[in-house]
């Protein structure tokens, strides 16, 4: 069992920065699939970025040369790099992991039903 704890949220201006951190703790594997959904009040979860086990990334148009994805296999940990936020970036900031590489293609990573193993979120406020 794999567990997944977020951390980095908080409150920034817009235009600001945050790194958001997910340490798994637990074996995932030596082929898997990690991402980073979001979940605004009143709306569906989406997912925001994905990297695999071979380092490929995929991001969601909507922050799509805002944020940057990426891992540290020997910390086990999965980064969320974001610039240039905005207020419509507020919301629950969650990290999501699968043993299964196919979560992360043809578009499954969009989708919170591709992973099998979920954090307990970071807040992450955008203020204007």
């Known amino acids: 069992q794999v567990q997944l704890v977020e951390s980095g949220g908080g409150s920034v201006q817009a235009g600001g920065r945050l790194r958001l951190s997910c340490v798994a703790f637990g074996y995932i594997g030596s082929t898997y699939c990690m991402g980073w959904f979001r979940q605004a009040p009143g709306k569906e979860r989406e997912g925001v970025a994905a990297?695999?086990?071979?380092?490929?990334?995929r991001y969601a148009d909507s922050i799509k040369g805002r944020f940057t994805v990426s891992q540290d296999s020997a910390k086990s940990t999965l980064y969320l790099e974001m610039n240039s936020l905005k207020p419509e970036d507020t919301a629950m900031y969650y990290c999501?992991?699968?043993?299964?590489?196919?979560?992360?293609?043809?578009?499954?990573?969009?989708?919170?039903?591709?992973?099998?193993?979920w954090g307990q979120g970071t807040q992450v406020t955008v203020s204007s």
């Open positions: 990297i695999d086990s071979d380092g490929t990334s």
């Open positions: 999501a992991a699968d043993y299964r590489l196919n979560s992360c293609v043809y578009g499954r990573w969009r989708y919170a039903s591709a992973f099998g193993h």
